[in-house]
């Protein structure tokens, strides 16, 4: 490299051997064999970084900041030996400090540490300067970048945050306060924003954010703060008149700051006492102002000293203004100039890389010699943009076109949401080390897509310092609240689901998440999965404590994107990961657990059931392992249980996995219920609070059929055990009492008998334990004969001869008879027996649709529950909603409905008047939702309700409550409907298949293995119903028909005959995955 300098020399900041001033550039003859990629000018002092890590410095040393024992000026150039072993990235000039950033993400500094400014805590408010040492207490910080002010420091981590340190005195930490701080400290006020870059003048500080928006603070006296107002700041505020720019860069001299955006245009303010804003007037620049007399010029760099600024465009063209007089803008015959002015080039020189303006002094890097393919220069000698650096660049092991990283592709335009909502371009991953682009350090922080970062990983010829380097470059990323989201943020607004979009409303790309996520899996590296993890662990930790001091659209979208990791619910790291992870999910306020559960739903299903529910689920079990679900819920659960309500309440809005899958079988097999269900007694907390959790019964969809039913059996065994103990207490007081509910029924009266006695028993002996005994029968009830009863009563109260109930050969299911004779008593029967059933443990043969558990449990009726009541109307009434031509003349309908009445047509007016209004295409959808009125709750309401006052006179207890409506089949039916055992004895097999064959005898096999949400699908394939007909699956004439050879074809059907059609699978395995593969998507599988 050749190293031009020019300005004041007077202590040797010039590095040109001699303390001479110079008005034009001279070359730094020393530093002509080193590959100079940093530079860095103080007031008096400058720092230049080479290829291989080095750090040489000259200039003033009065405080030792060039980090040489001897405190004698050094005239040239002198290399850092204390820093020989480290490898130095990125260095800073303070007035009397200099700080420099490692290879490994360490901050080393030395020089003056009076106000605190070199962090090293024991040296604090000593005049005697510090050599060049390792900054403590900051380990797992990896810094990427460093600014220097007067007396402060500001450093970067490569995962965009800010700390500071050094003289607080006009608020230039951004803390808060005019408090000197001695050690790094987070400005929490940019937490979360991701900052690229930093900057720092004499009493004042910037930062830019990824999406392009500045922020200052510090001292206000000129205007450097561009906030209008001449007032200091304590804490960063943004510069609003920027907001409507896409800022990639900013600069700060002592008194001015400059920002340059995406199109190369030049922004400054400040003071202008010497011109330094380049605006061309005196006054100082209390708001942003664009230099116009640039306009044409596209500048790709800027600098700026104490009272000069230097500019860089896209041509090779450097321009200077502001303060003259030392020579620092070269030969002038004005010692200021108020309006930019190009400088003057070194005869010899060749590219120009880079300009850096120190205090009162200016430096230029240029490429020392030509390649052949790039010895063009233009007819003035200036050097094209294009011949800056090579075509392509070996960036972390990764080849990079140069002219796309340079340039402003990959940022965001001005218009986009700045504080987390990304949207409409490829925003990639932020990085640092690595970059051997000379000047990389006087521009923001570089990116690189995941998947680029992904292939330099995998790739076999990448050397280990750029493993090292991309490693990073995925810890910082995954330690960073904005660079994560960014990494992973959609590209085009117009994906969809099928093609690999992402979550509406999220913004992320949760196919490049997921895809990027197995791409490190698959690099089978223990190592960087626990790096990575760890980094996860700090952005975790940082969220918690952040969370309620920022916006939660900066940081909300953290959490599906660490949620989706294969990480959660496993071991190790993964355990760490999980449970910050829970823990920040636990302690989301309202308004974000809405905003979650709103982007939740519109996951895929696999990444939803397979990896959000999955891996909370895992961790659960995992956790109750560890310490049992013995007593109080362990302390590590309760957070992964206010995760899984989330996932519960996205599942209930989207439906998009079974309600089964969310049961926990760890939790359910392991807990005391009858410990749980006093516990949840106590606290009586309703269901969907935020009320701490302290029941498994307040998370009831955690809970099994089989856990829940325990539960309800734990409640009425307190219910008879507190009615047992009072029978005793009336016995031993001499009143007639006895502990159980006695029935004694004759078999040919067996209703009449039935109802009678029933009818005079009070809410108390319903809940004894129910013995009954035939008339004329001998012989004790041991339960036996309480299953009889129930059995014969159920047969003849269902029957569709009594009239009590109707039943659909379609559906298979019992509905009310609202033409019923019977009296309300009968049907307040039907719901004491279907009480004392639950009550008693007995299952019952009902072929109830669900659409009456939904009633029981105070369900509003829609037109979907008349699915299973009456299909064909069902069908009707769906065509009718869809239809889009003239529904008036097409159906021809009035709001008016018919019905038949024991051989009479009837009619019922569903409004008054109802029989002379047409249905229309503006009232059809009024019209619908009457005629549902009218058929699942006006028609049988007499009926109904006194089905429903006899169920809650025996069940009317608060564990009811726990179970769903397709939960509260189950307890009262059991699963005697999909006995697949009896549906195998009763299989026709045709087409060449046998009982004996391979393949039926591997069907059987897989059946078995089924849950019983595949097996209700397979029911549903196979025969159009998932329901058993009246006597269970042993009833059901069931074909299996060989379907030619081996084939990739699926499974398909014929519901019309209950026949599978099934091809002669190769293997098991073959056969299992086409038929669920069907099975689950049965609407399109050859149903015929």
């Not at 309600?659 to 410990?675: K, R, V, W």
Request: net charge negative; hydrophobic share 40%; proline share 4%.
């Amino acid at each position: 490299m050749a190293v031009y300098a020019w300005g004041r020399g007077d202590f040797g900041q010039l590095g040109l051997g001699d303390d001479s001033d110079r008005d034009h550039p001279a070359l730094v003859q020393s530093l002509l064999d080193k590959d100079i990629l940093h530079v860095a000018a103080g007031d008096f002092h400058t720092a230049f970084v080479t290829g291989d890590g080095e750090l040489y410095t000259t200039g003033s040393n009065e405080c030792g900041q060039l980090g040489a024992k001897m405190r004698e000026l050094q005239l040239s150039p002198i290399r850092v030996a204390a820093l020989d072993t480290y490898i130095i990235t990125h260095v800073s000039c303070g007035q009397n400090h200099t700080v420099a950033v490692t290879d490994s993400g360490a901050l080393a500094s030395w020089g003056a540490a009076e106000f605190g400014q070199v962090g090293h805590k024991e040296a604090a408010g000593s005049v005697d300067s510090v050599q060049p040492r390792i900054v403590k207490g900051t380990r797992e910080l990896q810094f990427a970048r460093v600014a220097c002010g007067a007396a402060h420091t500001i450093a970067l981590t490569g995962s965009g945050d800010v700390y500071t340190f050094g003289q607080g005195g006009f608020g230039a930490l951004g803390h808060g306060s005019r408090e000197d701080v001695i050690t790094p400290q987070l400005v929490e006020k940019l937490w979360g924003l991701g900052i690229v870059q930093v900057a720092c003048g004499e009493n004042h500080s910037a930062a830019l954010s990824a999406d392009g928006q500045v922020f200052t603070w510090g001292r206000g006296k000129y205007g450097q703060l561009g906030n209008g107002t001449v007032d200091s700041e304590f804490r960063p505020v943004a510069v609003t008149a920027l907001s409507d720019q896409m800022i990639v860069q900013i600069i700060c001299g002592g008194d001015h700051t400059m920002a340059v955006n995406s199109e190369g245009e030049l922004f400054a303010w400040g003071r202008n006492l010497w011109g330094q804003t380049g605006t061309g007037l005196q006054e100082d620049a209390l708001l942003p102002v664009k230099i116009l007399s640039l306009k044409g010029e596209h500048i790709i760099q800027v600098s700026a000293g104490a009272r000069h600024s230097v500019a860089l465009t896209d041509k090779g063209k450097v321009f200077g203004w502001g303060d003259s007089e030392q020579g620092q803008l070269g030969e002038r015959t004005s010692s200021i100039l108020r309006l930019p002015t190009l400088l003057s080039r070194p005869e010899d020189a060749r590219k120009l890389l880079y300009v850096v303006a120190g205090g009162e002094h200016t430096l230029a890097v240029y490429e020392r010699e030509l390649s052949p393919s790039h010895r063009s220069l233009d007819s003035s000698g200036e050097n094209d943009a294009s011949t800056q650096c090579p075509k392509e660049v070996q960036l972390n092991g990764v080849s990079v076109d140069s002219e796309a990283y340079m340039s402003k592709e990959g940022l965001l335009s001005a218009d986009e949401e700045r504080d987390g909502t990304v949207e409409g371009h490829a925003m990639d991953v932020y990085t640092s080390e690595g970059m051997n682009l000379h000047g990389e350090g006087l521009r923001r922080l570089k990116l690189l897509p995941v998947m680029q970062v992904l292939k330099g990983l995998k790739s076999p010829g990448t050397p280990p310092r750029d493993i090292l380097h991309l490693t990073q470059a995925f810890e910082h990323t995954f330690a960073s609240v904005k660079f994560l989201i960014l990494a992973f943020k959609r590209v085009h607004e117009e994906n969809t689901e099928a093609e690999g979009g992402g979550a509406e409303g999220s913004g992320l790309d949760w196919g490049l998440i997921r895809d990027a996520y197995q791409g490190i899996l698959e690099l089978y590296n223990a190592e960087i999965v626990k790096k990575i993890g760890a980094a996860m662990v700090r952005l975790l930790e940082s969220t918690e404590k952040y969370m309620d001091q920022v916006p939660e659209s900066r940081w909300l979208r953290v959490v599906p994107i660490v949620l989706q990791s294969p990480l959660i619910g496993e071991k190790g790291i993964g355990d760490s990961v999980s449970s910050r992870l829970f823990s920040v999910i636990s302690q989301l306020p309202p308004s974000a657990s809405k905003k979650l559960t709103e982007w939740l739903r519109t996951y895929p299903k696999d990444i939803f059931g397979g990896r959000f529910l999955r891996g909370i689920q895992k961790y659960i079990t995992s956790k109750l392992l560890l310490f049992g679900g013995r007593g109080k819920i362990p302390g590590l659960v309760i957070p992964p249980l206010k995760a899984l309500s989330l996932l519960h309440d996205a599942n209930k809005l989207q439906n998009l996995v079974p309600y089964s899958d969310f049961y926990s079988y760890a939790i359910s097999e392991s807990i005391n219920f009858q410990e749980q269900y006093e516990r949840w007694l106590e606290h009586d907390f309703p269901f969907d609070t935020k009320e701490p959790i302290v029941s498994y019964c307040q998370v009831p969809y955690v809970l099994t059929p089989d856990a829940k039913s325990k539960i309800l059996q734990a409640e009425a065994n307190n219910q008879k055990q507190h009615t047992v103990q009072r029978t005793f207490i009336d016995l031993m007081s001499g009143l007639p009492s006895t502990p159980f509910l006695h029935l004694t029924v004759r078999r040919s009266a067996l209703i009449a008998d039935t109802l009678q006695q029933l009818s005079v028993c009070s809410y108390t002996e319903l809940k004894k334990p129910l013995k009954v005994a035939f008339h004329g029968e001998a012989g004790v009830d041991g339960g036996g004969v309480t299953k009889e009863f129930f059995q014969i009563l159920v047969r003849d109260l269902f029957s569709v001869s009594y009239g009590m109930f109707t039943y659909n050969e379609e559906t298979r299911t019992i509905w009310f008879n609202h033409n019923s004779i019977e009296s309300a008593d009968e049907f307040r029967l039907v719901g004491i027996v279907l009480g004392l059933a639950i009550h008693n443990g007995v299952i019952l043969d009902i072929h109830f649709p669900l659409t009456v558990y939904k009633k029981v449990m105070n369900f509003e009726m829609q037109l979907e529950d008349l699915k299973e009541v009456q299909p064909q109307l069902f069908r009707g009434l769906q065509q009718l909603l869809e239809y889009d031509g003239d529904v008036e003349n097409t159906f021809c309908l009035t709001f008016q409905v018919e019905y038949d009445y024991f051989g009479e047509t009837k009619t019922h007016e569903l409004i008054p008047g109802g029989s002379n209004l047409p249905v229309t295409k503006e009232n059809r959808k009024r019209y619908v939702d009457l005629y549902v009125n009218y058929l699942l709750v006006e028609s049988i309401d007499q009926q109904f309700s006194s089905f429903k006052e006899g169920f809650n006179k025996v069940c009317s207890g608060p564990a009811l409550r726990l179970f769903r409506y397709e939960e509260l089949e189950l307890l009262i039916c059991g699963l005697p409907h999909f006995d697949f055992d009896a549906l195998e004895r009763v299989t026709v097999y045709q087409g060449g298949y046998t009982k004996t064959s391979t393949i039926i005898i591997w069907f059987w096999e897989v059946v078995r293995t089924m849950t019983l949400e595949e097996k209700k699908q397979l029911l549903f394939f196979s025969t159009g119903n998932d329901r058993a007909p009246i006597g269970g699956l042993a009833c059901l004439k069931f074909i299996i028909l060989r379907n030619g050879e081996d084939t990739d074809r699926l499974p398909t059907s014929q519901t019309c005959f209950n026949m599978l059609l099934l091809p002669e699978y190769s293997s098991k395995s073959k056969l299992e995955n086409r038929l669920k593969l069907a099975i689950k998507n049965s609407t399109g599988f050859g149903l015929q």
